[in-house]
T-cell receptor, first 114, second 115 residues
């Protein structure tokens, strides 16, 4: 049972344009969401997060949007750069969890072409 | 520099052998985790530990064992009972916050291949 889904295995974008990565979830107990970025043969690194009490969080070129009624979140990268090429994982955490048992999506491979 | 160190980076095992993956952190984090990454399946939680001498099973604990004798160390043993052990294994830690925000710090991973 995949509680966090990233339905697009890959995304290709031109440098300077917007990248939009999507994530859907089914568990209504999730109340905190995170995006991680991963390069090959390395561990993921934290990128940006959002609490369920918000619908938008912005950090530089990265913005995460949350639509609770649709159980959907998205990560926008503007403008996209070749160095953004990586695998992006969406993750969610349920309320009341003290130590972050994160549930991850399958990941989306982003390729930004120069 | 503070961080998480996993070793070895690459490991080959014959069927029927147990292997142990090392994970050490000097971030003074309370919680530590082991995840497994397979193509197209994202990261799945194997075991986690919130404090020394205590750990809990994650979603795919069968065929694995862990110990947490020191705060800094959380080794994972892949036993011969694990039916499909070839994968990329990631260790992570999290600083204790009153209520976790979920920000995990990951090691660089260990790739295990069963021959």
């Amino acid at each position: 049972d995949q509680q966090v889904k990233q339905n697009s295995p890959s995304l290709s974008v031109q440098e300077g344009r917007i990248s939009i990565l999507n994530c859907d979830y089914t568990n209504s107990m999730f109340d905190y969401f995170l995006w991680y970025k991963k390069y090959p043969a390395e561990g993921p690194t934290f990128l940006i997060s959002i609490s369920s009490i918000k619908d938008k969080n912005e950090d530089g070129r990265f913005t995460v949007f949350l639509n609770k009624s649709a159980k959907h979140l998205s990560l926008h990268i503007v403008p996209s750069q070749p160095g953004d090429s990586a695998v992006y994982f969406c993750a969610a955490i349920a309320g009341g969890t003290s130590y972050g048992k994160l549930t991850f999506g399958q990941g989306t491979i982003l390729t930004v072409h120069p | 520099d503070g961080g998480i160190t996993q070793s070895p980076k690459y490991l080959f095992r014959k069927e029927g052998q147990n292997v142990t993956l090392s994970c050490e952190q000097n971030l003074n984090h309370d919680a530590m985790y082991w995840y497994r990454q397979d193509p197209g399946q994202g990261l799945r939680l194997i075991y986690y530990s919130q404090i020394v001498n205590d750990f809990q099973k994650g979603d795919i604990a069968e065929g694995y064992s862990v110990s947490r004798e020191k705060k800094e160390s959380f080794p994972l043993t892949v036993t011969s009972a694990q039916k499909n052990p070839t994968a990329f294994y990631l260790c992570a830690s999290m600083r204790r916050l009153g209520r976790s925000t979920g920000e995990l710090f990951f090691g660089e991973g260990s790739r295990l291949t069963v021959l």
